[in-house]
């Protein structure tokens, strides 16, 4: 399979590092404006060639597959180009910064007969993947999520990317991260009494750096109702990424490829590309045998209305 890599910073080299180790695929064309970023990620993982135009490299018969890695705004509408040029896409999340236009992607792909993929990366780590075999054959029965992702102050003081001149959204990035835990661990649903209360906007970004937002669901795995929790920060001094979730069986907390209970450790994963291999692994799968990934398009709408909702409420609130 031929792959055109779109974008050349932190996420596209974890992509080239994965696909490069992965049997029948060629690293093709890279795509990005700044020509010396390309050429570097060029020589790095032995691309063919580099292009600073998106429709140039889309022309392109030998491309079958686009894999997205550029800053959010683009996502949408460069997986949509993508997509009409006749490739599967594999995009980084968010997938689009509103539930319309995350719609008008799912309809693309299905009337192109075209495979879109999201990274929801954190699904295939070694703890969230035994964490959902625990509550898929009933052992496990949660009634509570608690997802917190506390980052370290952005304004002024940090950007996360490797490239600067874009700032990341805390909502539609990391809170789609969570969102998708959620559905991943109680099972896709429509969020019932949701409520969001937002911080205020930094005023250097014109963006709150703050926001909790709680809903109920019932979750089509189980059957149980079950508690969300979700709380973002991006003005912590210590950062934390984790899931606590309370079962009626124990508690459970997956972080950073782990899964924990009180007793100690269930499932250690280090730090590393395996979570990487996983995802990209089942991309191609789901290319080659012409079905849906894993990471189906139910759940990411799913996710997506969600932070559509949370996101709303922050609008109603600036609009006064
Ligand atoms: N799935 C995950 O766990 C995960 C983790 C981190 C980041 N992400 C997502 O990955 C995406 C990329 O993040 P990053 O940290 O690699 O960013 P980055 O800033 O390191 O890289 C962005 C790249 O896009 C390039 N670019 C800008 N405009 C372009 C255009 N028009 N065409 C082609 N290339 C263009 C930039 O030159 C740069 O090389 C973000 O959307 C982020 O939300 C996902």
Redesign the pocket.
């Known amino acids: 399979m031929r792959i055109c890599m ?7 080299n974890a992509h080239s590092r994965a696909l490069g180790e992965l049997p029948d695929v060629e690293l093709h064309t890279v ?4 020509r010396d ?1 390309a050429e570097a990620l060029r020589e790095r993982y032995g691309y063919r060639r580099t292009l600073p135009d ?1 429709d140039e490299a889309l022309a392109q018969e030998a491309i079958d597959a686009v894999v997205i ?4 705004p ?2 949408a509408p ?1 997986s949509a180009a993508a997509l009409r040029a006749g490739k599967h896409v594999l995009c ?3 997938l689009a910064l509103s539930l319309a236009d995350t719609e008008e992607l799912a309809h693309l792909a299905e009337a192109n007969r075209r495979c879109l993929m999201v ?4 699904r295939f780590e070694a703890g969230r993947m035994e964490l959902r075999r625990r509550i898929a054959v009933g052992e496990f029965h949660p009634v509570h999520v608690l997802g917190r992702y506390y980052m370290l102050r952005r304004g002024e003081l940090k950007t ?4 600067e001149g ?1 700032v ?1 959204n805390m909502l539609w ?1 990391h809170g789609c ?1 969570v969102v998708d835990a959620v559905m991943d661990i109680v099972g896709t649903h429509e969020p019932i009494d949701l409520h969001a209360q937002w911080g205020p906007a930094w005023p250097s970004l014109d963006l709150p750096l703050d926001v909790d937002v709680h809903w109920r669901a019932l979750s089509p795995i189980t059957g149980d109702e079950v508690l969300v929790t979700m709380s973002l920060s991006h003005h912590a001094q210590w950062a934390e990424h984790d899931y606590h979730v309370i079962g009626l069986e124990d508690d459970l907390l997956a972080d950073h490829g782990a899964l924990r209970h009180q007793e100690g450790v269930l499932v250690e994963e280090s730090a590393g590309s395996a979570r990487i291999i996983r995802q990209d692994t089942e991309f191609l799968a789901a290319v080659r045998e012409s079905r849906a990934p894993e990471v189906d398009m139910a759940s990411v709408l799913a996710t997506m209305g969600v932070l559509q909702q949370a996101w709303e409420v922050w609008l109603r609130r600036e609009a006064g």
């Open positions: 779109v974008g050349s910073g932190r996420m596209a795509v990005d404006p700044d970023y998106l890695c550029t800053p959010n683009l996502h460069q980084e999340i968010p990274c929801h990366t954190e996360e990317q490797a490239r874009w990341d990035h991260h």
